[in-house]
């Protein structure tokens, strides 16, 4: 928390005046003034009008408000990224087999290539993203990134092949850099206002990423085949030649509105007064990257994001597990409602917790306490699950006493997936590539979720067979080793203050170079 600092102004309780200091001989420059007369001790003011003197404290710069309306545009948009990612996995097995008449072993294989290829088609085009909204704008490349994506996800719903499945996939990645722009513009909104403000804001775009995950399967799987739930609308028409169009129309249309909506009412960010400075401040994407500091923070946000996926991959196959293999056996009920309950934890994490902490300890702090928590975090998951291994009711009541709270208060580990989008703020060499230096962040989370969730969930499906290596549990050894890690990366994390004044300082040196 901040504290309020306060002036305090005294008076001296003393009557004796100090004697006025000696008056110079008369000079060309200082011409002889007469003595001033004094009455009772107080120097009288001299015939002519009084100077003003204000006894009144300094007046502090107040703050700018928190951009509320700005940043709920942006979160709405960030919305349609994950909805559009995730709509399709409560259908897309069945979807695949009938368009390729797969056999059963065959279909996760199809499944998986066509979920991963978004997020790996979505890799390779994340520069071209960033480094456009740094030359064009970036309100129109918003505009065009949703409109793209919104007509490619309708696309998806009329694929009859496993050709045009893929080649609507890919063209929906090719689009999906909206959330590229969006963390740039949620950063200029906040750039020239409090750290406080910047942390909230992302605390608000964290939610409405999560938002998205949560919404994205289930509308899907409702509105998948439509004719078969609502037969009396659907039956013997377009949705049933289509069993997946009313799901892709849909989500497609949502994201249709929003592009509407961020094109009338969303500010644009880019400053523009600093197009003179354009061609000195451009920088190559090598140079980007090799600028101090930039490195190590791209590093970390790698290794926060593979944390971040493998962790979520694992999750909900370890919950289900059955009790002698390893798990918590818990039935879909169970998890839906556990997932849920961690779902809020976090988003009080996000919103009331992460931006006092964030004012206090700073985004560095943030990251590092996470950082020493994660490995504890993913150590105590086993543990719980051998309480329940016993069998014994005194440790079974342990664990449904202490497991809920448990993942509460370790989902605050998320902090850190929205500390390290400041530190890649924080530290970007020009303000101008902003953009760019996001979508090589974004480039690294793409690549890193294109293979994570099916490399883990292969991983520990071979720790569970494996019972005879530490009873299924090996999986959780490379966890906490790559927690262990993190935690050693985090110390590296640089000073963003003092490479601000570098910065500067160069500037400024380059400026007097030019001039002299």
């Known amino acids: 928390m901040r504290s309020l600092l306060s002036s305090t102004y005294s008076s001296s309780s003393s009557q ?3 004697s006025p200091p000696p008056l110079k001989p008369p000079t060309e420059q200082t011409p002889l003034l007469p003595p001033l007369p004094t009455t009772g001790g107080d120097a009288a003011l001299p015939p002519g009008p009084s100077p003003t003197i204000n006894n009144d404290p300094p007046e502090e710069e107040s703050e700018p408000p928190f951009p509320a309306s700005q940043i709920l545009l942006l979160c709405l948009a960030r919305l349609l990224e994950p909805i559009a990612f995730f709509s399709i996995f409560p259908y897309i097995n069945k979807m695949a087999q009938e368009n390729g008449a797969l056999p059963d072993t065959d279909v996760g294989f199809y499944s998986g290539l066509i979920e991963s290829l978004f997020s790996l088609t979505q890799m390779f085009v994340m520069i071209f993203w960033g480094r456009a909204s740094d030359s064009f704008g970036r309100k129109p490349v918003l505009v065009a990134s949703i409109v793209g994506v919104s007509l490619a996800t309708m696309l998806f719903g009329t694929a009859k092949t496993i050709t045009e499945m ?3 996939r890919c063209a929906a990645g090719v689009f999906a850099g909206n959330v590229v722009t969006i963390r740039t513009m949620i950063a200029e909104q906040c750039g020239q206002r409090s750290g406080n403000h910047q942390a909230k804001a992302f605390g608000w775009f964290s939610i409405a990423n999560n938002m998205g995950i949560s919404l994205g399967p289930l509308m899907g799987g409702m509105l998948a085949e439509p004719a078969g739930t609502w037969p009396g609308f659907f039956e013997g028409g377009l949705m049933e030649r289509y069993p997946y169009l009313l799901s892709s129309l849909v989500i497609g249309g949502m994201g249709l509105g929003c592009a509407g909506v961020v094109g009338v009412w969303v500010e644009e960010t880019l400053d523009r007064g600093m197009e003179g400075k354009r061609e000195v401040e451009r920088m190559t994407v090598g140079q980007l990257v090799r600028s101090p500091g930039v490195g190590i923070v791209l590093v970390v946000n790698g290794w926060v994001m593979l944390l971040a996926y493998s962790y979520t991959a694992i999750l909900p196959v370890f919950w289900f597990t059955k009790v002698e293999l390893g798990g918590f056996g818990f039935s879909p009920v169970q998890i ?9 934890s976090q988003a009080v994490w996000m919103l009331a917790i992460f931006p006092r902490l964030q004012a206090r300890i700073g985004t560095n702090g943030v990251m590092r306490v996470c950082a020493k928590a994660y490995p504890f975090f993913f150590a105590l ?3 719980f699950s051998m309480l329940l291994r016993t069998g014994r009711p005194e440790f079974v009541t342990v664990f449904w006493v202490c497991a809920p709270v ?7 580990v998320s902090m850190s997936f929205t500390a390290i989008q ?7 060499p020009v303000a101008r590539m902003l953009g760019t230096l996001v979508s090589i962040s974004q480039a690294v989370v793409s690549g890193t979720r294109s293979f994570s969730p099916a490399l883990f969930a292969s991983l520990y499906a071979l720790s569970v067979k494996a019972q005879w290596l530490l009873h299924g549990y090996s999986i959780w050894v490379l966890m906490v080793a790559m927690a262990l890690v993190f935690t050693v990366l985090s110390l590296w994390l640089p000073d963003y203050e003092q490479l601000k004044k570098e910065r500067e300082a160069r500037a400024e040196g380059e400026s007097e170079r030019l001039l002299a």
């Open 166 to 168: 893929i080649v609507y």
């Open 422 to 428: 400041l530190a890649v703020n924080d530290v970007a």
């Open 16 to 18: 004796q005046q100090p």
């Open 381 to 383: 998951g086993p543990v």
């Open 406 to 412: 448990f993942f509460c208060l370790g989902s605050g």
């Open 336 to 344: 839906s409602w556990l997932m849920g309950l961690t779902g809020l």
